[in-house]
Nanobody, 123 residues
Framework: EVEVVESGGEVVPVGGSLRLTCIAS????????MAWFRQAPGKEREGVAA??????IAYANSVKGRFTISKDNKDTLILQMDSLQTDDTGVYYC??????????????????WGQGTQVTVSS
């Protein structure tokens, strides 16, 4: 059974930085993609950044140049967030699954989700 756990969310000022960590245990092989999503109050969950099994990376346009996704090892996904803005506020979720040729930033592609970690950017 795959278990996904996020950590690192907190309150930061506009322009600040934050590092989120996701640990996915129980992955059956190395062919699982991992990604970060976020959900702001009253809005749908959206893809932020994804990393596929080949190392290819996808970012949402809103975070390009400010966020960096990386892996420490097979099971640990990092999201480095710089130049944070108030629009970045939300619950950040980590997800993992075998995607194949699908859209790595689409919510429906992932079956394994963490409980989320709150990020609040204060003005």
């Amino acid at each position: 059974e795959v278990e996904v756990v996020e950590s690192g969310g907190e309150v930061v000022p506009v322009g600040g930085s934050l590092r989120l960590t996701c640990i996915a245990s129980g992955l059956p092989n190395d062919e699982y993609a991992m990604a970060w999503f976020r959900q702001a109050p009253g809005k749908e969950r959206e893809g932020v950044a994804a990393l596929d099994v080949t190392g290819a990376i996808a970012y949402a346009n809103s975070v390009k140049g400010r966020f960096t996704i990386s892996k420490d090892n097979k099971d640990t996904l990092i999201l480095q967030m710089d130049s944070l803005q108030t629009d970045d506020t939300g619950v950040y979720y980590c997800a993992a699954d075998f995607i194949g040729s699908g859209d790595y930033l689409r919510v429906g592609e992932y079956r394994n989700w963490g409980q989320g970690t709150q990020v609040t950017v204060s003005s």
